[in-house]
């Protein structure tokens, strides 16, 4: 199974950038954007940079790893590396894709959310191992994706 990137992505007010994702047959849920590694990407902060271009239009700096999940997923162990970022710039009309190319996918809505445990705990966040990341240590966020001196 291929390993994917997810963005912690933080704004100028210090709010975190989530997807509300409506997807046909499912639940509402919400996740932190990223994605699959692809052949042509050349190391994990690449592929999180191309994720985050791909689905939120958006650049990023001060790029931070965060921590490593895994957890079981269709038979097999999934595996994400979550970092930590900094938004530059978001443009939604730059974004392309399968995600946005395909209806059975739903739709991604961009969402900026306080950060509050109360934000994350109250919302159907997936994958459950990057909510409960987060929810244990959502007022340290701040402190861990600081911009380089």
Same mark, same amino acid.
């Given at each position: 199974?291929?390993?994917?990137?997810?963005? +912690? !992505?933080?704004? #100028?007010?210090?709010? !975190?950038?989530?997807?509300?994702?409506?997807?046909? *047959?499912?639940?509402?849920?919400?996740?932190?954007? *990223?994605? /699959?590694?692809?052949? $042509?990407?050349?190391? !994990?902060? $690449?592929?999180? #940079?191309?994720?985050?271009?791909?689905?939120?239009?958006?650049? +990023?700096? &001060?790029?931070?790893?965060?921590?490593? +999940?895994?957890?079981?997923?269709? *038979?097999?162990?999934? %595996? $994400? #590396?979550?970092? *930590?970022?900094?938004?530059?710039?978001?443009?939604?009309?730059?974004?392309?894709?399968?995600?946005?190319?395909?209806?059975?996918?739903?739709?991604?809505?961009?969402?900026?959310? !306080?950060?509050?445990? %109360?934000?994350?705990?109250?919302?159907?966040?997936?994958?459950? &191992?990057?909510?409960?990341?987060?929810? &244990?240590?959502?007022? &340290?966020?701040? /402190?861990?994706?600081?911009?380089?001196?």
């Amino acid at each position: 199974m291929r390993p994917s990137v997810r963005g +912690v !992505l933080l704004d #100028h007010d210090e709010r !975190l950038v989530l997807f509300r994702r409506t997807v046909p *047959g499912r639940d509402v849920y919400w996740s932190v954007p *990223g994605g /699959h590694v692809e052949p $042509q990407d050349t190391s !994990l902060e $690449q592929t999180l #940079h191309r994720e985050l271009l791909e689905e939120l239009g958006a650049t +990023v700096f &001060a790029v931070t790893p965060l921590t490593v +999940v895994s957890y079981p997923l269709e *038979g097999g162990v999934k %595996t $994400q #590396h979550v970092y *930590g970022c900094r938004l530059v710039s978001m443009d939604p009309e730059l974004r392309y894709g399968p995600e946005f190319e395909d209806p059975s996918r739903g739709v991604y809505e961009v969402e900026r959310v !306080l950060l509050e445990e %109360t934000e994350i705990t109250s919302r159907r966040l997936l994958p459950e &191992a990057v909510a409960e990341y987060l929810s &244990a240590n959502i007022a &340290a966020l701040p /402190h861990l994706i600081t911009p380089p001196h």
